[in-house]
């Protein structure tokens, strides 16, 4: 019976995608991992590749929909069900044993520490990843209507536009300064 379970597909699927996802959540990054792991032994590397650029082409996560697609190639629509069942079991409980865990120490005192000393940390990352948008090349920085578009986003968030209004906005200003 342990013989029959190592040399199914089935229980390769799930394994290959239980351990892709305990290794590396994300999913653009497991991508390397699902190529080492899938090609030669479930698909060849032209499906493969046919794959991740299916998984690209629709929204959504990538590393469930290469574990359909991946699934679906190995072994029909069971192996569909079998891939997401490995794909999702190691977020799932990853996500359950932390909600249980902060359940339990909601109430102290140094977590209201930890959060409001992680807020400008969290900040700051994000004016880091917004100054690596704007730049162009090595060390200039995106033009004079970049700027002016961020300028007037930003009054517009401080003055409670709607999030989707604001970028609503900037696209189509976007398509007016950047023809």
């Given amino acids: 019976m342990r013989n029959w379970l190592k040399s199914s597909k089935h229980f390769q699927l799930f394994w290959m995608f239980l351990k892709v996802n305990l290794i590396s959540p994300s999913g653009p990054a497991s991508i390397g991992l699902l190529y080492k792991e899938s090609v030669g032994s479930l698909m060849t590397e032209e499906r493969f590749v ?80 917004a100054w690596e948008l704007f730049r162009v090349g090595k060390n200039k920085v995106a033009d004079k209507r970049a700027l002016f578009i961020a300028a007037l986003s930003a009054v517009a968030f401080w003055l409670d536009v709607p999030s989707p209004l604001v970028l609503l906005g900037a696209g189509i200003l976007g398509v007016l300064l950047f023809r």
């Fill in 50 to 129: 046919e794959a991740v650029g299916f998984s690209n082409f629709l929204p959504g996560s990538e590393a469930l929909k290469l574990a359909m697609f991946i699934g679906h190639a190995a072994s029909g629509v069971t192996g569909v069900f079998i891939a997401l069942l490995g794909a999702v079991l190691p977020p799932t409980v990853m996500m359950l044993a932390l909600s249980l865990v902060l359940r339990q120490i909601q109430h102290e005192n140094w977590l209201t520490g930890f959060v409001a000393g992680m807020s400008p940390a969290v900040a700051a990352l994000i004016v880091m990843v």
